[in-house]
């Protein structure tokens, strides 16, 4: 296997994540902020911080096909969120849980950033997300 997740005794628990990843492949996959958008740039989940996540993880899942990768091969997710508060974060997780299985995203999750912002390039946009995976 090309990424291995773990996380090391000590480390602060619990999270949904593994804290470290250890990639040995060769080609360098970055997925660029995806965001909840069809493939004609239409607007998905208006107003929705959880249907927002699960469409942007679709469109992760789309960016890394591509490149024949998938979230196997994910070594770090970032996520940028809009006006974060500690009160979204069930709204959040629900988000990503809608899709894991669906996505076949690894539980715990690659090591990942929640990022807190004003606010992303268009007012709409409730959160984006950015992938880095690492293949053979």
């Given at each position: 296997?090309?990424?291995?997740?773990?996380?090391?005794?000590?480390?602060?628990?619990?999270?949904?994540?593994?804290?470290?990843?250890?990639?040995?492949?060769?080609?360098?996959?970055?997925?660029?902020?995806?965001?909840?958008?069809?493939?004609?740039?239409?607007?998905?989940?208006?107003?929705?911080?959880?249907?927002?996540?699960?469409?942007?993880?679709?469109?992760?899942?789309?960016?890394?096909?591509?490149?024949?990768?998938?979230?196997?091969?994910?070594?770090?997710?970032?996520?940028?969120?809009?006006?974060?508060?500690?009160?979204?974060?069930?709204?959040?997780?629900a988000g990503i849980e809608s899709v894991t299985e669906e996505l076949g995203i690894p539980r715990p999750l690659p090591p990942l950033s929640a990022i807190g912002v004003d606010y992303l390039f268009e007012p709409d946009v409730l959160v984006e997300v950015e992938a880095?995976?690492?293949?053979?």
């Amino acid at each position: 296997m090309t990424v291995q997740l773990s996380t090391p005794e000590g480390m602060f628990q619990p999270v949904p994540y593994h804290h470290v990843a250890v990639a040995t492949g060769t080609r360098h996959v970055h997925v660029a902020g995806q965001i909840a958008r069809d493939g004609q740039g239409n607007r998905l989940s208006p107003g929705d911080l959880a249907g927002q996540l699960a469409h942007a993880l679709r469109n992760t899942a789309r960016g890394l096909a591509g490149a024949g990768a998938d979230f196997s091969d994910v070594v770090r997710l970032r996520f940028y969120v809009t006006d974060w508060e500690p009160e979204k974060y069930t709204e959040f997780m629900a988000g990503i849980e809608s899709v894991t299985e669906e996505l076949g995203i690894p539980r715990p999750l690659p090591p990942l950033s929640a990022i807190g912002v004003d606010y992303l390039f268009e007012p709409d946009v409730l959160v984006e997300v950015e992938a880095e995976a690492v293949l053979d």
